[in-house]
């Protein structure tokens, strides 16, 4: 992943409305979320929900999928693990010796 795409991806992740969004579905799991279903679980207006998600699938955070007459949202995993690498592949390169920490699980409510 380049410097441009991941300051893209960490851009969109950037606000809290973004982020309610991605970890909502995230939590949805594969078999995703109708907008219906988003803006249930977060209180979102309809027009505030789909800028956010048309700015996160620009991003190439979310897929979206037509399906009849909904369009099915799912969290892109791929590319959410590669941000959460990008971060991390650098751990420690300029100190021998260092072992990178384990971050203590969280739990976040959405």
């Known amino acids: 992943m380049d410097l441009e795409i991941a300051a ?5 992740l950037g606000s809290e409305a ?3 969004v991605v ?3 995230v939590k949805a799991g ?3 979320l109708t907008v219906g279903d988003i803006q249930t679980r977060t209180g979102m207006p309809a027009s ?3 800028h956010h998600l048309k700015f996160l699938a620009s991003a190439g955070l979310v897929s ?4 009849g007459r909904s369009v099915i949202n799912r969290a892109a995993y791929g ?3 590669n941000l959460a690498g990008y971060i991390l592949k650098e751990c420690c ?3 021998k010796g260092c072992e990178c920490p384990t971050p203590p699980k969280e739990t976040v409510d959405v």
């Open 30 to 32: 594969q078999g995703g």
């Open 64 to 67: 979206q999928e037509k399906d």
């Open 23 to 25: 970890l909502t579905l």
């Open 93 to 95: 390169v300029d100190e």
């Open 48 to 50: 505030t929900l789909a």
């Open 79 to 81: 590319h959410l693990e």
């Open 18 to 20: 973004r982020l309610q």
């Open 8 to 12: 893209q991806g960490f851009a969109a």
